[in-house]
């Protein structure tokens, strides 16, 4: 069994920062990429920013310029940080990491979530 946790989230003002993180535990081999997603309502789940188990890193041009992802692979963590947020930041944010539990044998793994909410 893998679970995913993440944790951060909760009501931020605009022009606030946020910093979430995200810690994958159980039986697991290998992390691979690992990244944030986020889903507004009314919207289509789209990725934030993902960064592989090396270090390189990818963001949504929403997000470019503000956000910083990292990891500490001895911790299984990815973490979040987003500056100067906007309303439009408000979301609810998941995190996703590619595991595998055995050897060549890997798939995703999803959080539950946690909501961010930015007020103007």
């Known amino acids: 069994q893998v679970q995913l946790v993440e944790s951060g989230g909760g009501l931020v003002q605009a022009g606030g920062s946020l910093r979430l993180s995200c810690a994958a535990s159980?039986?697991?081999?290998?992390?691979?990429?690992m990244g944030w997603y986020r889903q507004a309502p009314g919207n289509q789940r789209e990725l934030v920013a993902a960064?592989?188990?090396?270090?390189?890193?990818n963001y949504a041009d929403s997000v470019r310029g503000r956000g910083t992802i990292s990891r500490d692979n001895a911790k299984n963590t990815v973490y979040l940080q987003v500056n100067s947020l906007k309303p439009e930041d408000t979301a609810v944010y998941y995190c996703?990491?590619?595991?595998?539990?055995?050897?060549?044998?890997?798939?995703?793994?999803w959080g539950k979530g946690t909501l961010v909410t930015v007020s103007s």
């Open positions: 996703n990491a590619d595991i595998a539990t055995i050897p060549f044998d890997h798939k995703d793994y």
């Open positions: 159980g039986s697991i081999f290998r992390v691979n990429a």
């Open positions: 960064i592989t188990s090396g270090g390189t890193a």
